[in-house]
């Protein structure tokens, strides 16, 4: 499955943003899919992942504030980020797997990453 990433930006904390990733093929409703991110000399993260039949995880540092969804009839998965803070700030990417292990341990497809910039 190729992957699509879009609705990065510039935001100010306290603000939202929400981040789109658009699949190709016909099986994507039979994935799961995650969104990391990447932080200037930072390892990559895992921030939220969403089983095939929308079972969500979220990392404790954006519980809470981020709601991972899915639309099967639209091939996307959607990343929505409130309350946002400096901290968030990153590069995001989304993910597919087979299983929800793939998709938080060593995803199957990548998209490219969309720039996520929070200012205090």
């Known amino acids: 499955v190729q992957l699509q990433a879009s609705g990065g930006g510039l935001v100010q904390a306290g603000g939202s943003l929400r981040l789109s990733c658009a699949a190709s093929?016909?099986?994507?409703?039979?994935?799961?899919m995650g969104w990391y991110r990447q932080a200037p000399g930072k390892q990559r993260e895992l921030v939220a992942a969403?089983?095939?039949?929308?079972?969500?995880y979220y990392a404790d540092s954006v519980k809470g504030r981020f709601t991972i969804s899915r639309d099967n009839a639209k091939n996307t998965v959607y990343l929505q980020m409130n309350s946002l803070k400096p901290e968030d700030t990153a590069v995001y990417y989304c993910?597919?797997?087979?299983?929800?292990?793939?998709?938080?341990?060593?995803?199957?497809?990548w998209g490219q990453g969309t720039q996520v910039t929070v200012s205090s």
């Open positions: 969403i089983t095939s039949g929308g079972s969500t």
């Open positions: 993910a597919a797997g087979r299983t929800i292990v793939v998709v938080t341990t060593t995803p199957a497809s």
């Open positions: 093929g016909r099986t994507f409703s039979s994935y799961a």
